[in-house]
């Protein structure tokens, strides 16, 4: 009998003994998750509680200041205004709603401020560079929280009275109430068409993802969406413009942003915009310097080296980082709860303290965040690798 | 050889006015700026009335801290500064400069805040003497990281436990930042390790574990998870009473150890694989090769980005209002809240900015500092081979 070689023998041994460790960090994780939920479910049990999702189909009650949630009207999922009268889930839907509008504006905003911020450092004028590397120490180095009270109480809380309220262009009104402006309102429920819409992108999106489809039928498919999209609005096209009227205490109608949405607003942009000003610039100095040089030395000018040369290679370096800046992003709207606007965090944890459903909210609340990051990592990675793909 | 007044202009040629585009634009930032600083001095010398800050800077400093127990947040206070002037001290010699620039402080928080209170000024200079000390003596005696670790753990327990009799949960005001910053600092490097190297385990079932602990954190809002805790901290342990303090704390920790975890493992990944292989050439065991080979080389390289995960820490704190804790923010409101001082809005924030400014730069400038030092290390490391 030949015996095995001692080095074998050895790895032998040695993946024996990894499969034992491996079995026992299995076990004792399993044996403290199952610890954890058994406590839980004794102390629930010991408080009366069960877990349920049940009170999702209930009335909700509480009311909500702002923001739009869904309802069946004719068979049809439409978009309309939050009432007290609307079920647990429902008022959860408005709270998404707000976050989703809040962190969608407030990404745009972002963005443009911060790239213009982050370009800035590069410009030739030595005043505008240390302007944008003050706006960036000034917003990074300060918690966002203080900055979100400082908007909204020694800004826009200090505002006049809507007897008093500015007027820009005799149609902006801005006053202690908030921001009002003309909106657009559609003569037809618009609910159909944005249900058209959603599914319509939704679809496109799923078929962008799978890499079988080839760039000819994706483009087919993006004028099949743009279509469905014009199609759907165009019941509602004979668009009539929605003055705000001022009432006995308040403005009525046109498009408004309250002051909690607006506070929240400033403070998420200006500070994300701090921290993609960095990123922006972080990428563009990792570029060799040679690339600076050579383009001189090519006679082009500054503007256009940054524009043609530099930038198009910086955006694939701040593209993954910029995802990860809208996830932060998203999850900060969650401080709106400390100047009481209605984002999801908020109204979950109202329900919660109504219902006692603490536990369930907090679950859902853990899916949506993950849902939300998982989609905006989804987006930016398709962007980042159609980048990739380009260059 | 130019002189110093031509050579000015020829910068400002330069630098500001290039082109008749860089003319106009200097003009308007030179207005702009005018205005906006004109008016802010303006309004600090002349409308400002600051006397809330000195009125309540007991309630800004530590919150409702009773006075006979003020003896114990200077004591705090002394051993928190022997922890920072211990840590400077690993990566930074002091200078004379620095002795200055201390001095100078110490001037300046005395006459603005202090004022003739004898007390209060000799327990000011302890705390920065014991700052300059403790950070004069890491520097010049070189003791190893472990013990500086050691030094600062008992540091840590000394103040909690000097500091838990008063009462865990009347901390406040910027104290509570504080200790809240340094304590979760601690845990969150310690998890935030174990968590890196857990994710590069060969144990696939800890692998995977790890990846999905720092995924899912890093994916919930900060504030969801210190909430979640302090509500559902009595539902697992319903026999403990744990201070609200300490819950926060442990939501801090739990969603930053995800975080801090990150920011080691790009250490981890920068290191060159040679290490790993020279370490397993010498028959190291895997205990040894990530203990004494990998994780020092690792922390200093993610040393930069750990600075920046402690000051986003110290700018979290103001989140525990949710869980009723009256951090620095949370002061300035209580005060704000009292009658007499609510047209003070601007004076209390404007302070309240200014001091999370001073403290965020200093963190901010220590973190680029050590930047440039480890990449300095580097380049001579390079220059050998």
């Known amino acids: 009998m030949i015996s095995r070689p001692p080095h074998l023998a050895d790895s032998a041994k040695r993946s024996w003994r990894r499969h034992v460790i491996q079995l026992l960090v299995l076990g004792a994780l399993a044996a403290v998750i199952t610890l954890l939920i058994r406590a839980l479910k004794y102390n629930l049990a010991d408080q009366g509680i069960h877990f349920s999702f049940d009170y999702l189909f209930e009335v909700a009650g509480i009311p909500i200041s702002e923001g739009r949630t869904l309802r069946m009207l004719h068979g049809w999922p439409v978009l309309s205004d939050y009432l007290p009268a609307d079920l647990n889930s429902q008022a959860l839907l408005t709270g998404l709603f707000n976050t989703i509008s809040v962190s969608l504006l407030a990404i745009i905003a972002a963005t443009v401020l911060g ?32 900055q979100l ?29 908030g921001i009002s402006a003309p909106g657009l309102e559609p003569l037809l429920p618009a609910g159909i068409g944005v249900t058209i819409c959603l599914v319509a992108v939704l679809l496109w999106l799923l078929t962008n993802a799978s890499r079988h489809v080839t760039s000819r039928s994706r483009r087919i498919l993006l004028w099949l969406t743009v279509a469905f999209v014009v199609l759907a609005l165009a019941p509602a096209v004979p668009l009539k413009i929605d003055y705000p009227v001022l009432g006995r205490f308040q403005e009525l109608g046109g498009a408004k942003i309250s002051p909690e949405m607006a506070g929240l607003l400033l403070a998420i942009s200006i500070n994300s915009a701090a921290y993609i000003a960095e990123i922006v610039r972080g990428a563009i100095d990792s570029l060799p310097i040679g690339q600076w040089e050579a383009s001189a030395s090519l006679g082009l000018t500054r503007s256009d080296t940054l524009r043609q040369v530099i930038l198009p290679q910086a955006v694939k370096i701040v593209l993954p980082s910029l995802g990860n800046q809208y996830i932060s992003l998203t999850k900060n709207t969650s401080l709106g709860i400390a100047v009481g606007f209605p984002e999801l965090f908020n109204v979950t944890g109202t329900i919660a303290n109504q219902t006692g459903r603490s536990l369930e909210g907090f679950l859902i609340l853990m899916v949506t965040y993950l849902l939300l990051g998982t989609m905006i990592s989804f987006a930016v990675n398709s962007a980042n690798s159609k980048a990739l793909r380009s260059g | 050889m130019r002189s110093p007044a031509l050579s000015i202009i020829f910068w400002a040629r330069r630098n500001l006015f290039a082109t008749p585009k860089d003319i106009a634009l200097t003009a308007l930032l030179v207005l702009l700026s005018f205005w906006a600083i004109s008016h802010v ?17 007991r309630v800004f400093l530590v919150g409702t801290l009773p006075s006979t127990e003020f003896w114990r947040a200077w004591v705090a206070l002394l051993l928190v500064a022997s922890i920072v002037g211990s840590v400077s001290g690993l990566g930074f010699a002091i200078r004379p400069r620095h002795m200055v620039f201390g001095f100078l402080l110490l001037v300046f928080l005395t006459v603005t805040f202090v004022g003739n209170n004898l007390v209060a000024l000799a ?17 010049r005696l070189a003791p190893s990281t472990a013990y500086v670790g050691l030094f600062v753990t008992g540091s840590l327990a000394l103040i909690v436990t000097i500091l838990a009799p008063a009462g865990m949960d009347r901390w406040g005001g910027l104290l509570l930042s504080l200790i809240f910053t340094l304590v979760s600092s601690f845990f969150i490097l310690v998890f935030g390790v174990i968590l890196a190297f857990g994710r590069r385990s060969s144990n696939l079932a800890l692998r995977l574990f790890c990846i999905m602990y720092i995924e899912s954190m890093r994916s919930l809002p900060l504030i969801l998870i210190v909430y979640w805790i302090w509500i559902a901290g009595p539902l697992f342990l319903p026999t403990w009473n744990v201070a609200t303090v300490t819950r926060g704390i442990a939501g801090f920790v739990v969603y930053f150890s995800a975080v801090a975890a990150e920011s080691v493992r790009g250490g981890l990944q920068g290191l060159p694989k040679g290490q790993l292989e020279a370490a ?53 409101e209580m005060v704000l809240a009292s009658p007499s001082y609510s047209n003070r809005t601007y004076e209390v924030y404007a302070f309240m900015l200014a001091t999370y400014f001073v403290i965020g730069s200093v963190l901010t400038i220590v973190a680029r500092g050590l930047e440039h030092h480890l990449a300095k290390g580097s380049r001579r490391l390079s220059e050998l081979d």
């Not at chain 1, 450092?121 to 966002?144: D, H, I, Q, Y």
């Not at chain 2, 327990?123 to 520097?139: C, K, Q, T």
């Open chain 1, 149 to 177: 009270m400082f908007w909204y109480f020694g800004v826009l809380l200090q505002l006049p009275p809507i007897n008093a309220a500015a007027h820009i262009l005799g149609a902006i009104t801005i006053s202690v109430q």
């Open chain 1, 115 to 146: 790239v213009s911020a982050g370009l800035g450092r590069f410009s030739s004028n030595w005043l505008l560079r240390k302007m944008c590397f003050g706006f960036v120490e000034a917003f990074r180095n300060t918690p966002l929280l203080v």
């Open chain 2, 41 to 57: 001095i303006y309004w600090a010398v002349f409308v400002a009335r600051w006397d809330v800050v000195s009125d309540s800077l």
């Open chain 2, 123 to 139: 327990a000011l200079s302890g705390v920065m003497a014991s700052f300059a000390v403790s950070w004069v003596l890491v520097s």
């Open chain 2, 280 to 332: 397993r050439s010498l028959g190291l065991g895997e205990f040894d090769i990530n203990y004494h080979v990998l994780l020092p080389q690792a922390l200093r390289a993610s040393l930069p980005a750990l600075m920046g995960n402690i000051l986003d820490v110290f700018n979290f704190v103001p989140v525990v209002f949710v869980v009723g804790l009256a951090d620095f923010l949370r002061t300035g």
